[in-house]
C-alpha cells in the first residue's frame, strides 16, 4: 500500500529508540500512520510491539527520537486532550475495584465534555457493539477473560477517538468474538479512524488489516500489505518457524499454516 505522506499522518514516530537498563528494546523506528487505515504491529515474543504502542499512545517516553500526534510533539499534549484523541486498550485491562460493566464503559466519556443524553447513547452502542449487554450491571470482578476484555473494548468505543491503540485486543477472546471485535475496528477504520494493532495471529491481521508492521528484536523488519509480508521466507525467517502461505478460500487473503 502507499503509505501516508508525513502531513497526511494522524501518527509519527521518527527515530524512536528504547533502552532499558542497557538493553535495546526499540531500535530507530520510524513510522507513520493514517487515518482510515489498521496497521498490525506483529512480530516474536519480545520484539518490542507492546513498548512501540505504549510510546505512540503517550503513556512511555523514547529513549531517543519523537512521536507526533496529529502535527504535535507528544509531551506538549495535555492529559484531558489528549485522552480526546486517542483511545488506548492496554494487555492488562483488569479492574480491580467494585465498578459495575457500565460504570467501567462510562470512564470512557470522562475526558469530553458532559452531555447525558449523548453519553448514555454511546455507552449503549459501546455495550452493543462489545456485546455485553446482558452483563452491564455485573461487577467488572466477577468477569472472565474474555468478558473483562470485551469490556475495556467497551471503553475505548465510549471514548470515541480518531486514533485507537490496541494491544492484543483479541488474547483473551473466543473466535466468535475476535471476528466480532476486528469487524468494528475494520468499520471504524472505514469511517475514517486510525487503528494500530498488536496481534499474535497472522491470520487475523492478514484478514482485517490494511497494512503489517513486522518487529523483531526492536526493529522494522518488514513493512507493507498483507501479501507483501506474509510470505513464507519472511515469516519462517523471523518466527523460526516453518509455514506455508496460501491464499484463504474464501478471504482472498494469505493464510499462514504450519509445515
Excluded at 449487554?133 to 467497551?154: K, N
Excluded at 471476528?179 to 479512524?193: F, Q, S, V
Excluded at 494493532?197 to 500489505?225: C, K, P
Excluded at 523471523?238 to 487473503?253: D, K, L, N, S
Amino acid at each position: 500500500m502507499t503509505h501516508a505522506a508525513r502531513h497526511d499522518a494522524m501518527l509519527v514516530l521518527e527515530n524512536v529508540g528504547m533502552r532499558i537498563d542497557g538493553h535495546v528494546i526499540l531500535d530507530d523506528v520510524t513510522l507513520q500512520f493514517a487515518l482510515g487505515t489498521i496497521t498490525a504491529m506483529v512480530g516474536p515474543n519480545g520484539a518490542g510491539k507492546s513498548t512501540l504502542l505504549g510510546i505512540a499512545a503517550g503513556d512511555a517516553a523514547p529513549t531517543s527520537g519523537s512521536v507526533l500526534l496529529d502535527g504535535k510533539p507528544m509531551p506538549s499534549w495535555r492529559a484531558k486532550a489528549l485522552a480526546r484523541q486517542r483511545a488506548v486498550l492496554p494487555q492488562d485491562h483488569a479492574v480491580r475495584f467494585a465498578f459495575s460493566v457500565r460504570e467501567v464503559v462510562a470512564m470512557g466519556r470522562l475526558p469530553h465534555p458532559p452531555d447525558p443524553e449523548r453519553d448514555d447513547a454511546i455507552i449503549d452502542a459501546a455495550l452493543r457493539d462489545a456485546d455485553i449487554i446482558a452483563l452491564a450491571d455485573r461487577d467488572v470482578q466477577t468477569l472472565s477473560g474474555g468478558e473483562s476484555a470485551r469490556t475495556a473494548f467497551a471503553r475505548v468505543l465510549a471514548q470515541r477517538t480518531p486514533l485507537l491503540l490496541l494491544d492484543e485486543p483479541t488474547a483473551a477472546l473466543d473466535l466468535h468474538h475476535q471476528e466480532t471485535l476486528l469487524r468494528k475496528i475494520r468499520a471504524l477504520a472505514n469511517d475514517g479512524a486510525c487503528v494500530v494493532v498488536v496481534l499474535h495471529d497472522l491470520n487475523l491481521a492478514s484478514a482485517y488489516a490494511d497494512r503489517i508492521v513486522m518487529l523483531d528484536r526492536g526493529r522494522i523488519v518488514a513493512d507493507g500489505a498483507p501479501r507483501e509480508v506474509l510470505t513464507s521466507e519472511i515469516v519462517g525467517r523471523i518466527y523460526r518457524q516453518a509455514v506455508r502461505v496460501i491464499e484463504h478460500p474464501t478471504r482472498g487473503v494469505p493464510l499462514v499454516v504450519v509445515d
